[in-house]
């Protein structure tokens, strides 16, 4: 069976092993593919990306050149969504064929990003910072040993993020997207409407209970738009 891939990006600070869960509950017809970043998972002994220009460079060889011509979509969450669009603007313009789907969970449109300068904080101010994100455990942010390994990469990502500048007159991807969000996320509804100006394809908006890292308590409800859109019965 020829498997559509499904290649999945993570947040700021994540690494692929935060969507190996969703193998459980993937139709068969869905090949998960983690995204792998530099500087952390299997790539730990890599250079994180100065910037948005360098991981989309190392990415298109890594991922956009890994489908083989077979169907494939994007998913990407906050940092990673933001990293997915960059990436299919960069494959479009390569001539290379557009995904058959993108979903883009918990980030702001591309002209929306910017402003905030977290990255540099002192120490703790910044795990301060992070605390109120809710999106690192407890258990790392009071672990010194795992503080020293983590803080250089989720910097790293803020930085990547917060220096991104939109550079305007975007092309629409030619492709479906999905735009997912948290109903107490700060990027709620309004701010993830405004990704229906940057295709030329279906769009469509998902709410879900929760706040920014709303994919992990409701997995299964993400999963299952996932698989509903990508294996229509």
Request: net charge neutral.
């Amino acid at each position: 069976m020829n498997k559509t891939l499904l290649y999945c990006f993570p947040y700021a600070g994540g690494s692929e092993t935060i969507f190996y869960p969703w193998r459980k509950t993937l139709l068969p017809e869905i090949e998960l593919r983690p995204v792998s970043y530099a500087g952390r998972g299997k790539r730990f002994h890599e250079r994180c990306y100065a910037g948005m220009d360098e991981a989309v460079r190392d990415l298109y060889e890594t991922v956009g050149a890994a489908t083989g011509g077979r169907p494939y979509s994007f998913f990407g969450h906050s940092m990673g969504g933001l990293i997915a669009y960059e990436l299919c603007r960069k494959i479009a313009e390569k001539g290379g064929s557009p995904p058959a789907h993108l979903f883009l969970s918990a980030v702001k449109a591309p002209d929306r990003i910017g402003g905030e300068s977290f990255h540099s904080l002192p120490e703790d101010e910044f795990k301060k910072k992070l605390e109120n994100l809710n999106g690192t455990p407890k258990e790392v942010l009071e672990d010194r040993g795992l503080m020293d390994l983590f803080l250089p990469i989720i910097r790293s990502d803020f930085k990547l993020m917060e220096e991104y500048r939109f550079a305007g007159g975007h092309e629409r991807l030619n492709c479906p997207m999905t735009a997912l969000y948290g109903e107490e996320d700060e990027i709620a509804h309004e701010e993830m409407l405004r990704w229906n100006s940057y295709t030329k394809g279906v769009f469509r908006l998902a709410g879900y209970p929760g706040d920014h890292f709303f994919i992990h308590r409701r997995r299964d409800a993400v999963v299952g738009l996932i698989n509903e859109t990508l294996v229509p019965r």
